[in-house]
């Protein structure tokens, strides 16, 4: 079973509408991320959660809300879905240590369009 | 803010031949590379990452990278590519300052041809 599981994998929606992604994790770990990947773009952080009591914004928040239900959930909700938010998403978590740097582990992408 | 700019956004290559992705970033006292491959339709995998010593850094499926402070580069390479190696390729860095939070580059998508 993978580690880091996202829901659904594929949406279409419309302009307006409220959309919740999922994430869950089997891992362990207290930290989860939450990205859009656009061409030529990369993938920017919109949220991200260093444990269930600690969310915080990423480099391109707006428009986007998050709910860290416990240690291994992390949803991203979109109010009122737009056009410009069609994109690839993507959910990471890493585990929180004293090395250097804990590496980030990706879900499978969620592909939503919204019309 | 860190930044990270990938030189090229499309790679064509013959299978056999080398390649090399490169990637550059802005300085930091002290910062932590990466480089993650996108197959189709999958998620990210970290391909190999530069925490610190040796600038010369080997990943799996064959790659190595080399980190040089001087440039601010990151490059990728590996000697003979497989038609299996056709994916997306991003860099990435980090630092302590940042928090463990990663900052990626544009992706270079590489086409491995017979």
């Known amino acids: 079973d993978a580690d880091v599981t996202q829901t659904p994998r594929n949406r279409i929606t419309k302009t307006g509408k409220r959309i919740m992604l999922e994430c869950s994790q089997t891992k362990g770990h207290d930290r989860m991320y939450w990205y859009r990947q656009d061409p030529g773009l990369g993938l920017r952080l919109i949220y991200y959660?260093?444990?269930?009591?600690?969310?915080n914004k990423g480099e391109i928040s707006d428009g986007y809300s998050v709910s860290r239900q416990a240690q291994a959930k992390f949803s991203l909700s979109l109010e009122s879905a737009i056009p410009n938010q069609t994109a690839l998403y993507f959910c990471?978590?890493?585990?929180?240590?004293?090395?250097?740097?804990?590496?980030?582990?990706f879900g499978p992408g969620t592909r939503l369009t919204v019309l | 803010a860190q930044s990270v700019t990938q030189l090229d956004s499309q790679v064509p290559v013959f299978e056999e031949a080398p390649v090399e992705l490169r990637c550059n970033y802005s300085s930091s006292v002290s910062v932590y590379l990466f480089w993650y491959v996108q197959y189709p339709n999958q998620g990210l995998q970290l391909l190999l990452k530069?925490?610190?010593?040796?600038?010369l850094v080997k990943g799996i499926n064959g790659f190595e990278a080399e980190f040089n402070k001087s440039q601010t580069s990151f490059h990728l390479r590996k000697p003979s590519v497989h038609i299996s190696d056709t994916a997306e390729y991003f860099c990435a860095s980090s630092s302590k300052a940042a928090g463990n939070k990663l900052t990626f580059g544009g992706g270079t998508r590489v086409l491995v041809k017979p």
């Open positions: 530069y925490l610190s010593g040796s600038t």
């Open positions: 990471a978590t890493s585990d929180f240590g004293l090395s250097a740097y804990n590496e980030q582990f």
């Open positions: 959660s260093f444990d269930v009591k600690d969310i």
